[in-house]
């Protein structure tokens, strides 16, 4: 006996000798994994497959019609996750990120502007999120939540030819994670709290210790804000609290944090990063739950313009962001079944297509 499914659509995802599928039959996600041979990811429509053994469903998918997955939106629950961390420093831009599915390990790598340079590994360290990126004094800094069971902040900077030794961020601790900025020459992290803490927490470090954490007050978050500078103050932006698809924001001197605003019109089942460019702030984020299309908004200081989305993509967390070379990079894992890495380039204009980043992958799993 066989058990035959007439897909609609089969997503793959090669890894030179072995491959993760995604299928949908008439509503239904099935996911898969064989050997096959090659890398990267592509969509073939109206394949009939044959298995020894049932496959069990793992949600719900929407139809793609005339062929237009990736755009069809897959409902399944989402995924917690943190975007590729992305930063500039020393005429190179630095992005970092955890391995794919059951590698906890960290890996980064750099740009310079055209192409990526071989991945490297962060030796002695891990994350079962990935970590954040940002740049103070011409020295970059990477700050992460530790692997499964490990609810404790750790952090490191590279000076260009070496990562120092980990250390904790003392008394913190985040199911997500921290985002990283620069503000006011000194180094900034945010987080959500520990499992079962929504509350949004934050510190600065100054070249000696980090200062004691505290709460932005009245806020809450199921992910965790983005961070960065922007018009001489530093911003927040984050997904509401569980349930609370809607994106917040609020804008800090260092000190203390002006009151909450909605970014209108908006949703996103992970939330936004953060980036400033060309005069302006921008946020990008994944949509709201069942929408894996990747959008995109810009704050000129005084209000927050339409969203817009960037055709073609899509992604199951959403971008990181950062200001390199007179243009906004953005970086992303790819859409639910899709552990490659994907970045395009804002010119202030439009987006350029986007490309893959060789032989490279992740995955909050």
């Known amino acids: 006996m066989a ?31 064989g050997p096959d041979l090659g ?20 949600g719900e998918c929407a139809l793609a019609g005339g062929g237009a997955y990736p755009g069809a939106a897959l409902t399944i629950a989402s995924i917690d996750g943190r975007a590729p961390g992305l930063s500039a420093v020393n005429r190179q831009l630095y992005a970092a990120w955890k391995g794919v599915t059951g590698d906890q390990g960290l890996w980064w790598s750099t740009c310079d502007g055209s192409s990526w340079a071989a991945q490297r590994h962060i030796d002695d360290v891990g994350s079962c999120i990935g970590p954040s990126l940002a740049s103070v004094g011409g020295k970059l800094y990477a700050a992460w939540r530790g692997v ?77 804000p983005a961070l960065a500078e922007f018009d001489g103050r530093l911003y927040a932006a984050w997904k509401g609290v569980e349930g609370d698809e809607r994106l917040w924001w609020s804008s800090s001197d260092g000190v203390s944090w002006a009151a909450q605003q ?24 994944k949509g709201q739950a069942g929408d894996q299309g990747i959008w995109w908004s810009s704050f000129d200081g005084r209000g927050w313009a339409p969203q817009q989305r960037i055709e073609g993509v899509a992604s ?50």
């Open 3 to 33: 058990w035959q499914y007439d897909f609609e659509w089969v997503h793959s995802t090669k890894f030179a000798v072995w491959a993760d599928y995604q299928g949908c039959e008439n509503g239904t996600l099935y996911e898969w994994s």
């Open 39 to 58: 890398l990267g990811s592509g969509t073939t429509f109206h394949v009939t497959e044959w298995f020894d053994d049932p496959l069990s469903p793992s």
């Open 148 to 224: 499964t069971g490990d609810q404790r902040l750790w952090w490191s900077s590279y000076d260009g030819s070496s990562w120092a030794p980990q250390r904790a961020v003392p008394g913190a601790g985040s199911s997500i994670g921290p985002a990283l900025a620069e503000f006011d020459g000194r180094l900034y992290a945010a987080w959500k709290g520990v499992d079962g803490d929504e509350r949004i927490w934050w510190s600065s470090w100054f070249g000696q210790e980090w200062e004691p954490q505290q709460a932005i007050p009245w806020v809450g978050s199921s992910i965790g």
């Open 262 to 285: 909605n970014i209108p019109g908006v949703a996103s089942s992970i939330g936004p990063s953060l980036a400033s460019f060309d005069g302006k702030l921008y946020a990008a984020w």
């Open 316 to 365: 199951s967390i959403g971008p990181g962001l950062a200001n390199f070379d007179d243009a906004l990079f953005a970086v992303w894992k790819g859409m639910l079944g899709d552990q490659a890495l994907w970045w395009s380039v804002f010119d202030g204009k439009k987006w350029d297509h986007q490309k893959q980043i060789n032989g490279v992958g992740t995955s909050p799993e």
